[in-house]
């Protein structure tokens, strides 16, 4: 009866709290600001709403007055949506003219904050001859760790390299970080091992500064670490709380999210109550109510974890008696911080009411540094089992339309062989972020599936929860799955254009299974489609910037890519791949043009027993 008890009392704090009074004036003016903002921004009202809240949180301020600023600053003829900063701008300046400014930071944070896995930026710290004496945390991915203390995330930036990775400034790494920082050549490095792990590392210079991802290997996971890496990839954890013995428990994840000592256990209802943000009472009694009602809750709201806000999505069900009273309070919670919808365009509102100094410039050419550096195009042709695979990536002539084209070639654990190509609708940070977001997303998803369509099914419900951030995210794909063994290959499309088969001389599109392009319908099923390559075949996927233009046909485009391929193979069947996709031109210059190409080798039986041998 204690957890029931405590249950009762927890819901009647909430309704307390909630009770307040407002002035009908107060309220006219925080309405009026949150549909100027909402009409700028072209965004929802409620998520404006929750804008004004997080300004008001942030700055310190009366939820009225930042209201008031808004008002005054925004309630002027609309020109196209945002306020306009002035109408000429400076020559464009590259990333180290910018690399002083916090906007640079702020680009880079924005871009680590969506994507899995382990990356930081770090700044040199060199002695008083000028050799790097160490580096410092600048910015970092969710996901980045300190495997000495657990330190990780954000908690991350302004330390430094030395204190969690000591061995690092004594290795014989460190000379290659040196040597990428005055070079600018990348370099990969590893495996190599690390207190219980095996890992690699690869550097990139970003303007002034160290971009570095970290990669563990492990041989054979355990189920427990598969979960945990689904939880992270996800940003959720589980929670219960039986009401009838009083036990609350979470998983390993939920303390992460709410940066706790697991050692102390669940959070007290006093101090989880004491995280929340005041003006998001009104939303929990909402939720509190339905609950009471027997309805499963879904909602958004906000708490303050150490100084920062995070925006926490809670999904909340329960075991219930005869009656309808909760017996077992049972949910998950989702940090979705980094994904709230509208935050990039707010955010940037906010920047142009406080500064109205960004360079489009600038952020141009730092979306297509970091695309570079997410996706690096092999110089040459690739041997993976079974395959010999080619890339070519054509950008768009137009300065500043990087776009979101992308493709993935590697080895699988088990000897086959994981082929993808994929393009983001539109340009810039936008389609960069996405591109890298669905990208590393496959890579994780791979190890729970060899099914193509089962992968297109989780990229399309990646893509659609990308859309409640910008409702003009869609992408297509396709996916394959290659057996060396037996020269199969099994792939899957979402609206993607058809891949070219080169065979006997003849090259034509193959017909494509079925699969709506990613982020239009949540619940898309695709299907797959078999393919039994020989030796001498060429696959080609591209995306399609290869084959459209608005001032001819699709088919056109098409026919002109069929020639070229089988004039390329008439006059050499056996030329280099790297020879055949030199020969290709994009029909589009506006857009970005991603090529894959890939053909059977013999000795693949031999190349698997190697690969498995070497994996």
């Known amino acids: 009866m204690g957890g029931r008890q405590a249950y009762i009392e927890a819901v009647e704090s909430l309704r307390t709290a909630a009770n307040r009074p407002s002035g009908d ?155 990428v920082l005055d070079t600018g050549e990348p370099a990969e490095i590893g495996p190599f091992h690390h207190g219980n792990g095996s890992y690699s ?51 390993a994840q939920l303390y992460r999210i709410y940066e706790r000592d697991p050692a102390l256990g669940p959070l007290p209802r006093e101090e989880s109550e004491a995280l929340a943000v005041a003006e998001d009472l009104p939303l929990k009694l909402a939720a509190v109510e339905a609950f009471e009602r027997g309805e499963q809750v879904d909602l958004t709201t906000r708490v303050r974890i150490n100084g920062r806000i995070k925006h926490l999505r809670s999904v909340v069900d329960a075991v219930r008696d005869a009656s309808g009273a909760p017996l077992r309070i049972y949910g998950i919670v989702q940090d979705v911080t980094a994904r709230e919808a509208g935050v990039r365009r707010l955010a940037e509102v906010e920047r142009q009411l406080a500064e109205q100094r960004r360079s489009l410039a600038a952020e141009h050419e730092l979306a297509a540094k970091l695309q570079q550096v997410i996706l690096p195009i092999p110089e040459g042709p690739m041997a993976l089992p079974g395959l010999k695979v080619a890339v070519r990536y054509l950008p768009a002539e137009q300065e500043g339309m990087v776009g979101g084209d992308w493709y993935h070639a590697a080895a699988l654990r088990d000897g086959s062989v994981l082929l993808a190509v994929g393009d983001v609708a539109g340009h810039g940070t936008h389609a960069a972020t996405t591109m890298a977001q669905l990208r590393h997303s496959l890579r994780a998803l791979a190890v729970t599936t060899d099914d193509p369509s089962v992968l297109l099914g989780h990229l399309n419900r990646l893509t659609c929860d990308l ?149």
């Open 25 to 179: 004036g107060a309220r006219s003016v925080v309405d009026r600001a949150v549909g100027l903002l909402a009409g700028r921004t072209r965004c929802r009202l409620a998520e404006a709403h929750r804008h004004l809240l997080r300004m008001s949180a942030d700055q310190d301020r009366d939820l009225v007055d930042v209201a008031a600023g808004v008002i005054s600053l925004l309630d002027v003829p609309e020109q196209g949506g945002l306020p306009l900063p002035p109408p000429s701008y400076p020559p464009a300046v590259g990333v180290a003219q910018v690399r002083h400014s916090p906007d640079w930071l702020q680009v880079v944070q924005g871009v680590l904050d969506a994507m899995p896995g382990q990356h930081a930026l770090l700044t040199a710290v060199r002695d008083a001859t000028g050799r790097l004496a160490d580096l410092e945390f600048a910015a970092t991915s969710p996901e980045a760790v300190a495997a000495d203390n657990g330190r990780h995330g954000r908690g991350l930036v302004g330390a430094r390299l030395g204190e969690h990775f000591p061995q690092s400034l004594v290795s014989e790494r460190w000379p290659v970080y040196e040597r």
């Open 467 to 615: 859309d409640q951030e910008n409702p003009e995210t869609t992408a297509t794909a396709i996916v394959a799955r290659f057996d060396p063994v037996r020269r199969r290959l099994i792939w899957a499309q979402a609206g993607h254009p058809p891949p070219l088969l080169s065979r006997g001389g003849r090259t034509a599109p193959l017909p494509r299974p079925s699969g709506p392009m990613l982020g239009v319908v949540a619940d898309a099923a695709y299907e797959c489609a078999v393919l039994d390559l020989a030796i001498g075949d060429v696959l080609l996927c591209y995306t399609d910037g290869l084959v459209e233009h608005r001032r001819r046909s699709l088919d056109d485009g098409l026919n002109a890519v069929i020639r070229a391929v089988d004039e390329a193979v008439a006059a050499s069947p056996r030329q280099p791949l790297g020879e055949l996709l030199s020969r290709l031109r994009q029909a589009n210059p506006d857009d970005d043009t991603c090529i894959l190409a890939v053909r059977p080798i013999t000795g693949e039986t031999q190349d698997l027993r190697h690969f498995l041998r070497m994996g």
């Open 201 to 251: 590392v690869r550097a990139h210079r970003l303007g002034p500064a160290l971009l570095m991802t970290w990669e563990r290997h492990d041989a054979n996971p355990a189920q427990s670490e598969r979960i945990a890496a689904t939880e992270r990839l996800g940003n959720l954890g589980w929670g219960e709380w039986d009401l009838v013995s009083g036990q609350v428990r979470w998983s």
